[in-house]
């Protein structure tokens, strides 16, 4: 069970989201607070953010090192500024690899997606009923074995058929289909997933069972102001507000925030 972390705000250096709070991503690898499955996120890692300035696809980094072992990620994460980042510590889910290919966020045009959760018995269950759902341009976006990847390549399945709605129709699509699916073959499967294009950030917390995997989000704290963070812990001590269960939130460019039931 991953954790993950999304920023939109000003534009700051990626060590004050990922180094600095007490309770980073870092601490948050070796020492998380409300994982509900394994003990540890020591299976990669992955940041991805966006040029504060330019219109290109955004830049990512992984590791399949446990991120407290990197020894490169402290000198970019000092040198490198951006005002919308997406991060995540992986646990991998038991049966999927520990490869670059298979760490998040993954990355399509100016889009980043990262999942938190699994889908129980992914090779011998779902990922056929996926791929079968897939057109080619979707299917080929797949480099990795992951269930995130396919759960990602499903979204954007969905969005390519309407891209002028906005991503988070995309995303109910998705965890709508992953929903009939499961229950057709009466799976397990959780899907909190963070998604961006670098003007907006889209969230779901969902599961097929009760309690879902934990998601929180803070706003305007005196620390970051003007700024919203949705990540799976808190990383520090403020107003967080805690993301209800099977629901969709979007974080404006404005930084308004909107939560929809799935």
Avoid at 108 to 137: P, S, V
Wanted: proline letters at 7%; one cysteine or more.
């Amino acid at each position: 069970m991953c954790r993950l972390m999304g920023y939109l705000g000003p534009s700051i250096s990626l060590d004050r989201l990922l180094d600095k709070p007490e309770h980073s991503l870092i601490v948050q690898s070796y020492q998380p607070r409300e994982m509900t499955a394994g003990l540890l996120n020591a299976d990669g890692f992955g940041v991805g953010w966006y040029h504060s300035q330019q219109e290109t696809p955004p830049f990512t980094y992984k590791n399949i090192l446990p991120i407290w072992n990197d020894p490169n990620l402290s000198s970019l994460s000092r040198y490198i500024e951006s005002g919308c980042v997406l991060a995540n510590v992986r646990s991998a889910t038991p049966g999927l690899g520990v490869d670059v290919s298979n760490c998040q966020p993954f990355q399509q045009d100016r889009i980043l997606f990262m999942h938190n959760g699994f889908i129980k018995n992914f090779r011998q269950t779902l990922r056929k009923a996926i791929c079968d759902r897939l057109d080619d341009t979707s299917h080929q976006v797949i480099q990795g074995t992951t269930d995130s990847e396919h759960i990602f390549a499903l979204l954007l399945h969905y969005w390519y058929q309407a891209p002028e709605k906005p991503l988070e129709e995309a995303l109910h699509q998705t965890l709508t289909t992953l929903s009939e699916l499961a229950e057709s073959q009466q799976l397990e499967f959780s899907a909190n997933i963070l998604i961006s294009n670098g003007k907006r950030l889209i969230a779901s917390r969902f599961a097929s069972h009760s309690p879902n995997p934990s998601l929180h989000w803070l706003r305007d704290d005196p620390t970051l102001p003007d700024a919203v963070i949705v990540a799976s812990e808190p990383l520090f001590a403020g107003d967080w507000t805690t993301c209800p269960e099977s629901s969709i939130l979007t974080v404006e460019d404005d930084l308004d925030i909107q939560i929809r039931p799935i």
